[in-house]
């Protein structure tokens, strides 16, 4: 079992910065590719970005490519997203999760956290 608990969302004007930490529960976090997740008020959840067990490697959506990066840190049991050049269409809850194989598609993740807000406002 796997608890994910997320922070640092809040409000921030566009073309501001957000680093949002996931901190996971258990001595296991290592064996997991994690993954960040939002979802907008009347939308259906999105893939954000994904880093692999080791972070040797990345994956990002179009809409966030070039703007977030992801990472984490095994020794802390935390995955960050670093979201840099914000826009307003980026508002959204994000969520963290956990699952056993890499990839963007939201059932391949086992483990969610409960998320954080992020606001952007123009």
């Known amino acids: 079992q796997v608890q994910l608990v997320e922070s640092g969302g809040g409000l921030v004007q566009a073309g501001g910065s957000l680093r949002l930490s996931c901190a996971a529960s258990g001595r296991t976090f290592s064996s997991y590719a994690m993954a960040w997740f939002r979802q907008a008020p009347g939308k259906e959840r999105e893939f954000v970005a994904t880093?692999?067990?080791?972070?040797?490697?990345?994956y990002y959506a179009n809409s966030v490519k070039g703007r977030f990066t992801i990472s984490r840190d095994n020794a802390k049991n935390t995955v960050y997203l670093q979201m840099d050049s914000l826009k307003p269409e980026d508002t959204a809850v994000y969520y963290c999760?956990?699952?056993?194989?890499?990839?963007?598609?939201?059932?391949?993740?086992?483990?969610w956290g409960q998320g954080t807000q992020v606001t952007v406002s123009s």
């Open positions: 999760a956990a699952g056993r194989v890499f990839g963007s598609s939201g059932p391949l993740y086992d483990y």
């Open positions: 880093i692999s067990r080791s972070g040797d490697s990345t």
